[in-house]
């Protein structure tokens, strides 16, 4: 006679298949000196690699603003976003890279938005990118509010504690392109 049921080694792949279906995909990046990040990569266009005298400095601008960047013949805006959150600034890093790894973050074209801001497009600086991390929104959860600096806590959508206890800050990219000063 047939067994119709699943057997024990079928199941734990069904259930992750429809866990997987109700989880987001993030970009999981590194900041200095020890934060693990995730941005939604709905809200990112491209990972860049580019070379340190090719970003224009700005003067008068916030001091985590590097400068701008020729992207596509568009002027790309370059924020150092560990500066931006509050943690070590880009310059004053014991790093001596030639170049810097920059994620393009995109205004997110479904919002309640402007036109113009729904094109609006920002690169920020990382220290390095390094995975695409599955994660199931209902997981996300509030940071206690001891862990959390100031200058992060706009920016900050919660946190994932994984299953080997790794946390990983999530933030929230609107925030981010939000920060930038108006012309």
Not at 1 to 15: D, G, Q, R
Not at 22 to 34: G, V
Not at 38 to 50: D, G, K
Not at 109 to 125: D, E, F, I, R, W
Request: glycine residues 4%.
């Amino acid at each position: 006679m047939p067994n119709s049921s699943l057997s024990p080694l079928e199941t734990p792949a069904v259930s992750s298949q429809s866990s997987l279906r109700a989880s987001e995909q993030f970009l999981r990046f590194h900041l200095l000196p020890d934060t693990t990040a995730l941005l939604p990569i709905e809200q990112l266009t491209e990972v860049l690699t580019i070379p340190r005298g090719q970003i224009v400095p700005i003067f008068q601008m916030p001091a985590w603003v590097i400068g701008a960047y020729n992207w596509r013949g568009e002027v790309l805006w370059m924020v150092d976003l560990g500066h931006l959150v509050g943690l070590t600034p880009w310059h004053q890093e014991a790093v001596s890279a030639s170049t810097y790894t920059a994620l393009v973050l995109q205004a997110s074209a479904n919002s309640a938005t402007s036109v113009s801001a729904k094109n609006q497009m920002l690169g920020l600086v990382v220290n390095r990118v390094e995975d695409i991390e599955w994660c199931n929104p209902d997981l996300i959860q509030s940071p206690p509010s001891s862990s959390v600096t100031p200058e992060l806590v706009p920016f900050l959508r919660g946190y994932w504690l994984k299953s080997n206890g790794e946390m990983l800050v999530l933030l929230d990219g609107k925030a981010i392109i939000a920060a930038m000063p108006k012309p």
